[in-house]
């Protein structure tokens, strides 16, 4: 997937009448949507530039075929969070990106390992985070990591990550979720 320069991104942004704040975080949701595969871009934008990382917007195969709710498994929808994380704990271990405010899933429940969206939607709290994989070494299929979480592969680049939402003062994050455009 071709990664947006910061102008591209921003142009989207106002098509899409997204709010553009001085720090956020953002994630592309690939065409291709490779089952359980990090096919996705996970980024954030810090002023005048962004930071693209590879990374999941969607559950893996584990997950799709053993969803923990009869709905279905949980995929974020596409849009802006405006303030619906916070830094904490993914599953009180490692600092995240944790869900803050209520946001609207897809509920995938066919069963087929192919994360997709559907007419069952659902507006809550789900524990959708903002984390990563594995802590030592790069990920190369998302399986249980991720059960509708963004989810980075590359434990470097989500240092770099964790490490500039750290730093940007936020208390809350904003996440915008973009459907792949370019």
Not at 113 to 132: C, K, M, P, Q
Request: aromatic share 12%; charged share 20%; with cysteine.
């Amino acid at each position: 997937m071709k990664q947006p320069t910061i102008e591209q991104l921003h142009h989207r942004f106002i098509e899409l009448g997204y709010k553009w704040f001085p720090f956020h975080v953002v994630a592309i949701r690939s065409k291709a949507n490779v089952p359980n595969k990090f096919d996705d871009l996970i980024g954030f934008v810090a002023n005048d530039t962004v930071t693209w990382h590879s990374g999941t917007t969607n559950a893996g195969t584990y997950h799709l075929n053993n969803p923990s709710r009869v709905e279905g498994t949980a995929m974020l929808k596409e849009g802006q969070y405006v303030d619906a994380w916070q830094l904490g704990k993914h599953k009180g271990v490692y600092d995240a990106l944790t869900q803050a405010k209520s946001v609207t899933v897809y509920r995938d429940g066919d069963k087929d390992s192919l994360s997709e969206v559907t007419n069952v939607t659902e507006n809550g709290y789900f524990g959708i985070n903002w984390h990563r994989a594995n802590e030592n070494a790069i990920s190369q299929n998302v399986d249980k990591w991720s059960a509708g979480c963004m989810v980075q592969n590359d434990p470097k680049q989500y240092d770099t990550f964790i490490k500039a939402c750290s730093e940007s003062g936020n208390i809350y994050f904003t996440g915008t979720i973009l459907n792949e455009w370019l």
